[in-house]
């Protein structure tokens, strides 16, 4: 199996589950200016280096985790990405003064059914959606980053959120 078939899997189905919202978000973090199955393949790095996901933990590194990481050979070494996935903790950290959880927020957004776009052809299929852009610009405002309308886009519809069904 590729390293890289986890994410074929999970893409389009629909999680509540924080830690994968976290795994699937950093991914498409470090999916900007490269290829997804670049990103998804460092699924194993990624657990490794923030805490199995858990974003608790992630929003308390310190620039020592941040050289920690970046002295690894298997990981995509982008200081800007692995600073923005502690950036993304702390933001999801401090969502949960006013949301139950990381999924609640999301799903909020679309009282909590997936929205489905139906294509003719899969050369339809936008990579930015309006609601999308919505909601990367009130990430953007809660203090993540990396989120902007494409990343925020792929990653609602790694998460089943956004769904789309191509009729060809």
Not at 4 to 11: A, E, F, L, N, P
Not at 42 to 58: A, G, I, L, P, Y
Not at 110 to 134: C, I, K, M, S, W
Request: charged content about 25%; some cysteine; overall charge negative.
């Amino acid at each position: 199996m590729k390293s890289y078939q986890w994410y074929s899997d999970q893409w389009g189905k629909p999680t509540k589950d924080d830690r994968l919202l976290f795994l699937l978000l950093t991914v498409g973090v470090f999916q900007a200016g490269l290829s997804w199955q670049a990103a998804a393949s460092k699924r194993e790095t990624f657990m490794r280096h923030f805490s199995e996901m858990d974003f608790r933990k992630v929003a308390a590194f310190f620039p020592e985790d941040v050289e920690k990481i970046m002295n690894d050979p298997e990981m995509i070494r982008n200081p800007r990405k692995i600073k923005a996935v502690i950036q993304n903790a702390r933001a999801i950290v401090n969502l949960l003064e006013d949301y139950d959880s990381f999924a609640d927020y999301l799903w909020d957004f679309f009282g909590g059914v997936p929205v489905l776009h139906q294509y003719e052809t899969r050369d339809e299929v936008p990579n930015q959606l309006p609601e999308a852009t919505v909601i990367a610009k009130d990430m953007k405002k809660r203090g993540f980053t990396f989120v902007g309308p494409v990343v925020t886009c792929m990653f609602l519809k790694a998460a089943g959120i956004i769904q789309d069904q191509v009729m060809e």
